[in-house]
């Protein structure tokens, strides 16, 4: 029997995690529901090492995102062979990966997030439903009365109520299904005046997807896969924009879009305690093993491991002939081939350094994925529905070019902070990287409240932003935050019995709610610092 809660969350990634423990720490009754069967969503389930700002280490993220990050190293400092100078690191980054100063293996994040929900489960405050897809939405007057799940495992079907509603799916799925006003894909120019939007809407101009997967590598054994079944096409695709075929290491640089040789080398002889990680210095993408490296060998004991472990979210899997948001199970089956057919690549035809072909030795490792066949449980998907907003963020409040390095909106309502490059893989409407610099920003209350609904809010990359801003408001710590700041919203919202549209638009309202935000240790606005 599921109980009826206060704070029904939909969608077990890192927004509706952190939703979550930010309502039950308030005291409230919380349903935390998730498709998959692992909790964690770009951490775990999508495998996607975090990406992250170069001062995360001393500011810019909550509090609670930090208590993640350092557990997460707990748990190598305890249970790994890790050598003693690594061992000693405040910093440790056991991946040695140059996406982040935290790239780990999957499980340890899955681990570490069980452990922080797992008191609250204890004290009967919170039930969650793994395996559980929403199906349909009821709602009236504004207010959304139920929402029911289907159950993956038998297709029970289970109808929920709660006071309020976070929708913290992959793809804004309950703004659909509940008839919640929202944008997808790209905005006219004309509705924001973003120098780098569409003369028109562009609804299925989507960022592209991957299905990631880990690595690593065995000299002298012989792991290749069977022949892909999309494989033939894979292997002659050339992207109208794209220096080459893209199953090739030249792609073009995010930045410049000029065509760059990637280099792929396994297991480096370089010593992980040399590798930096910082991305407003160098990108760290050129070198593909170690990019994305959730595990290095060299950090550990001689004997502990024969390979390290390398995670594939590459140029050369991104996905984009489809839009994933209204046509999932075909865009999914289709990156799914194309991830394979890489692996066949590199295990077959991948040009060595050596002159020769081929990586046979690369095993896929299913052990890190959790999965049969060693692709991710779930795609990992950049960009989402987003409601219709009392506050929209746009180009012009985070563009290096048009704010300067030191600017960026101020925000009167700013719930969190973070900072990224406007990002944009390549998209469904057949641009490019679309990746350009940007300041350290705000997160707006006003982002999360959606214009006319009353009891749900978004909980992940479904905020008030547009397609353009949606580049850097998508990552890690800033889908914890909001996740955060919307399930301290709701349990505040019940307690004082209020509405989000009040404690927003209210000065003193909303200053009561700040006030509780700074006491949980999230960071509302940024020291002086610079963008890139």
């Given at each position: ?168 799916t992959e793809t804004g799925a309950l703004l659909q299904l509940a008839g919640v006003e929202h944008a997808n894909g790209a905005e006219a120019r004309a509705e924001f005046d973003e120098p780098h939007a569409p003369d028109e809407a562009q609804p299925l101009n ?51 879009l000029e065509p760059v040789p990637r280099t792929f080398l396994p297991n480096p002889t370089l010593d992980p305690l040399r590798v930096s990680a910082d991305q407003s210095a160098d990108a760290g993408d050129k070198e593909l093993w170690g990019f994305r490296r ?239």
């Open positions: 029997m599921i109980p009826e809660a206060d704070i029904l969350v939909v969608g077990g990634g890192l927004g509706g995690v952190a939703a979550a423990l930010a309502a039950c720490r308030a005291g409230r009754s919380v349903v935390l529901t998730e498709e998959t069967d692992w909790i964690g969503g770009q951490l775990t389930s999508q495998a996607v090492p975090p990406d992250e700002h170069p001062w995360v280490e001393q500011f810019g993220t909550t509090a609670s995102y930090r208590r993640l990050r350092e557990e997460i190293r707990k748990y190598y400092r305890h249970w790994y062979p890790l050598r003693a100078e690594a061992l000693a690191l405040t910093d440790l980054n056991p991946g040695a990966g140059r996406v982040s100063k935290l790239c780990h293996e999957p499980r340890v994040a899955l681990a570490v997030l069980e452990g922080m929900l797992a008191p609250h489960r204890a004290a009967g405050r919170l039930t969650v439903l793994t395996e559980h897809r929403p199906i349909s939405a009821d709602s009236d007057n504004d207010v959304i009365r139920s929402v029911t799940l289907k159950d993956l495992r038998d297709g029970t079907r289970r109808t929920l109520t709660a006071r309020y509603v976070l929708d913290a989507q960022q592209g997807i991957t299905v990631c997967f880990a690595l690593s590598h065995h000299e002298g054994e012989d792991h290749t896969i069977d022949r892909p079944q999309d494989y033939d096409f894979w292997h002659t695709y050339q992207p109208s924009f794209w220096p080459g075929p893209l199953l090739g290491f030249e792609a073009p640089d995010p930045r410049t959730i595990l290095a060998r060299k950090l550990h004991s001689p004997s502990a491991f024969d390979s390290d472990i390398t995670l594939v979210n590459w140029p050369l899997n991104d996905y984009w002939l489809k839009p994933y948001i209204g046509q999932e199970a075909e865009a999914l089956c289709e990156a799914r081939q194309l991830s394979l057919s890489l692996l066949y690549w590199l295990q077959t035809e991948a040009p060595r350094a050596d002159g020769g072909t081929g990586f046979p030795g690369l095993r896929i490792r299913p052990d890190v994925t959790g999965t049969a066949d060693g692709l991710a449980k779930a795609a990992y998907v950049r960009e989402s529905r987003r409601i219709k907003a009392v506050t929209t963020v746009t180009e012009h409040d985070v563009a290096i070019d048009l704010v300067g390095p030191y600017g960026g909106t101020r925000h009167r309502d700013s719930v969190g902070v973070g900072s990224y490059r406007i990002d944009l893989h390549p998209s469904t409407g057949g641009d490019n990287y679309i990746d350009i610099g940007s300041v350290p920003f705000e997160i707006p209350l006003g982002a999360l409240v959606p214009r006319r609904v009353r009891n749900l809010l978004p909980a992940g990359k479904n905020i008030g932003t547009t397609h353009i801003t949606n580049g850097c408001y998508r990552l890690h710590p800033v889908e914890w935050n909001v996740g955060e700041v919307v399930g301290a919203l709701a349990a505040h919202c019940v307690a004082e019995d209020v509405e989000p549209h009040q404690v927003q638009a209210e000065d003193k309202r909303f200053e009561e709610f700040a006030q509780l935000l700074d006491r949980d240790g999230v960071q509302r606005h940024w020291p002086d610092v610079r963008g890139y």
